[in-house]
Nanobody, 126 residues
Framework: QVQLAESGGGLVQAGGSLRLSCAAS????????MGWFRQAPGKEREFVAR????????YYADPVKGRFTISRDNAKNTVYLQMNSLKPEDTAVYYC???????????????????WGQGTQVTVSS
């Protein structure tokens, strides 16, 4: 049974940091690219970051470039999202997702991803 379990969300003040984790099971984690998406109330789910299966290439949405860092540990079947200099507009439910096509080209559409977690809430207060 495939599972993606996000953790690490919470309430933080603007300018603060959070580190999200996503633990994977039930599939060959090291064969999949991984992504993070977010969805704010009343908005569509949007791409945040992506990392190839080896971890050698990363890609970020413009609003988070320079502030967020995606990484992975294939030995632990876990992908991370380090979020620094958080802003109120970063408030959303954050989801991790797995993509079996680990191409270098960025794949930013939710439909590109096969497996999804349940999400973790991140709230940034001003």
């Amino acid at each position: 049974q495939v599972q993606l379990a996000e953790s690490g969300g919470g309430l933080v003040q603007a300018g603060g940091s959070l580190r999200l984790s996503c633990a994977a099971s039930g599939f060959t984690f090291s064969s999949y690219a991984m992504g993070w998406f977010r969805q704010a109330p009343g908005k569509e789910r949007e791409f945040v970051a992506r990392i190839t299966r080896s971890g050698g290439t990363t890609y970020y949405a413009d609003p988070v470039k320079g502030r967020f860092t995606i990484s992975r540990d294939n030995a632990k079947n876990t992908v991370y999202l380090q979020m620094n200099s958080l802003k109120p507009e970063d408030t959303a439910v954050y989801y991790c997702a797995a993509d079996k096509y680990s191409l270098v080209l960025p794949r930013t559409k939710p439909t590109d991803y096969e497996y999804w977690g349940q999400g973790t809430q991140v709230t940034v207060s001003s």
